[in-house]
């Protein structure tokens, strides 16, 4: 079982309105060698007997500084494509006046970023939570498609 929760992770895809945009916070692994490692969602392993939800909750907190306390909609999951991890993802309004920050030395930057550029720096096995985060807020895609397509 060990095996099975080292390649898990749980995260939130926090969103926020401004001036009718969607913008995600998205946060960027630190470290020289991840100069040019894409952005992602803030996320982590879960700690024994951890529900996934309180995983994303806690990574959310352990990285941005951010404490979330709206309700979580579950986004489902995606499995990377290269390393065999499963992340779990869950949506959440941002917290009004959120200012996000580096809270961990696990990231280098934390932003809100406008969603149209997010899905072009987040990690490509990421990119179809945004997908389903616009599905869950009844919007389409502004470039990208988000088709009626099952995924």
């Not at 009718?20 to 992602?40: D, K, M, Q």
């Not at 982590?44 to 979580?72: H, I, W």
């Not at 809270?103 to 096995?125: G, M, Q």
Request: charged content about 30%.
């Amino acid at each position: 079982m060990s095996e099975a929760r080292s390649k898990l992770s749980s995260g939130t895809v926090l969103y926020r309105y401004v001036e009718g945009t969607i913008e995600v916070l998205l946060v960027h692994p630190s470290g020289n060698y991840n100069r040019r490692a894409p952005w992602g969602i803030p996320k982590g392993a879960p700690n024994a007997d951890e529900t996934l939800e309180a995983t994303a909750l806690r990574e959310t907190l352990e990285e941005t500084g951010l404490e979330v306390k709206g309700p979580l909609t579950d986004l489902g999951f995606v499995d990377y494509t290269r390393s065999k991890k499963r992340v779990h993802a869950y949506a959440a309004q941002a917290p009004d006046g959120a200012v996000p920050r580096c809270a961990s030395w696990e990231v280098d930057k934390v932003e809100f970023i406008e969603i149209t550029r997010a899905r072009r720096v987040i990690h490509p096995d990421q990119a179809v939570l945004l997908d389903r985060l616009q599905r869950h807020l009844g919007q389409k895609d502004d470039g990208a498609s988000v088709e009626k397509t099952s995924a």
